[in-house]
Nanobody
């Protein structure tokens, strides 16, 4: 399984970026748990958003609710994270993760952290 993130870069506060995560040897459809995490310098990896497989529900951490949107394009086998109203505290390396397994409505973040395949990350810097 290979996951490759792209779309990071420098954005001004209040700006937008769209991250992409292209997968090979893994289908990012409704049977796959997918998600985004971030890690800022000197900090632990943090959850951002995920979509469960059994119910297909999207989850967001409180700090990004209303600003970020997770989605996937089955035809392109790609996961996205649309990031709007960016803040300086969004600065981090962003990683996508995926695992093809039913989650029975349980925590998709936990499944990804325990069993997921990971990309190499893409840097997002929010600064004026």
């Amino acid at each position: 399984v290979q996951l490759v993130e792209s779309g990071g870069g420098l954005a001004q506060p209040g700006g937008s970026l769209r991250l992409s995560c292209a997968a090979s040897e893994l289908t990012l459809d409704g049977d796959t748990i997918v998600g985004w995490f971030k890690q800022a310098p000197g900090k632990e990896r943090e959850r951002v958003s995920c979509i469960g497989s059994t119910e297909g529900t999207a989850y967001y951490v409180e700090s990004v609710k209303g600003r970020f949107t997770i989605s996937r394009d089955n035809a392109k086998n790609t996961l996205y994270l649309q990031m709007n109203s960016l803040k300086a505290e969004d600065t981090a390396v962003y990683y996508c993760a995926a695992i093809r397994i039913p989650d029975y409505g349980l925590d998709c973040f936990e499944f990804l952290e325990e069993y997921g395949s990971w990309g190499q990350g893409t840097q997002v810097t929010v600064s004026s």
